[in-house]
């Protein structure tokens, strides 16, 4: 089965409202990342965590380990975020991706 | 910055026939992975390497060799390519651990007629 769950598989967000994605897993992950592909198909890290929370301006993520699970906050949506993101989780030297998110931000 | 390179970036190849994907790191690192990626399946791992030499099957090896004939380059080969391997592949380099994170490549897309 998938090793990385990850919820929901698309959104629709209105401008300047707040949202989150979520990812299971069923590997013991030690880190998390989360990644914005881009119309161009290019992959941008958004963040690296290991258990614990960060912030980057409009996006908070989180990463529980005890429970396997990380979530993206993203406050005030703007036209600029819509692209499909995505959850990895590493165990060892290997990442593990989910299915992604499509978000679609609309004015 | 990390730098990852493949090559081609595009390719149309006829069923049955050999295809080679390249793809090249100038940053050092020991680990180098190969992923495609397919509508509702985000990236799914085929091969990764440790260093030169290496080679370990990933979640869906099936179909597909890899090479790492030195620290800088690992290849992904189709020996008998066949239309469902028609995909976007990316070449990913990183030492994970720490606060390291993994550098991608603009990826391949590889269609299989």
């Known amino acids: 089965g998938d090793k990385v769950k990850q919820s929901p598989s698309a959104l629709s967000l209105q401008e300047g409202t707040n949202s989150a994605l979520r990812c299971n897993f069923s590997?013991?992950?030690?880190?998390v990342q989360w990644f914005l592909q881009n119309p161009r198909g290019s992959l941008i890290n958004l963040f690296y965590l290991v258990p614990g929370t960060k912030e980057n301006g409009r996006l908070k993520s989180a990463f529980d380990s005890k429970e396997s699970y990380s979530t993206l906050h993203i406050r005030d949506a703007q036209l600029e975020d819509s692209g499909t993101y995505f959850c990895a989780g590493s165990n060892y030297n290997v990442l593990y991706f989910g299915s992604g998110t499509k978000l679609t931000v609309e004015p | 910055e990390a730098a990852v390179t493949q090559s081609p970036r595009n390719k149309v190849a006829v069923t049955g026939g050999k295809v080679t994907l390249s793809c090249n790191q100038t940053n050092n690192h020991n680990n180098m992975y190969w992923y495609r990626q397919d509508t509702g399946h985000g990236l799914r791992l085929i091969h990764y390497s440790y260093g030169a030499g290496s080679t370990e099957k990933g979640d869906i090896p099936d179909g597909y060799k890899a090479s790492r004939p030195s620290q800088e380059n690992f290849s992904l080969i189709l020996e008998l390519a066949t239309p469902s391997q028609t995909s976007v592949y990316f070449c990913?380099?990183?030492?994970?651990?720490?606060?390291?994170?993994?550098?991608f490549g603009a990826g391949t897309r590889l269609s299989v007629l």
């Open positions: 990913a380099s990183g030492e994970l651990g720490g606060q390291n994170t993994l550098y």
């Open positions: 590997i013991a992950a030690t880190t």
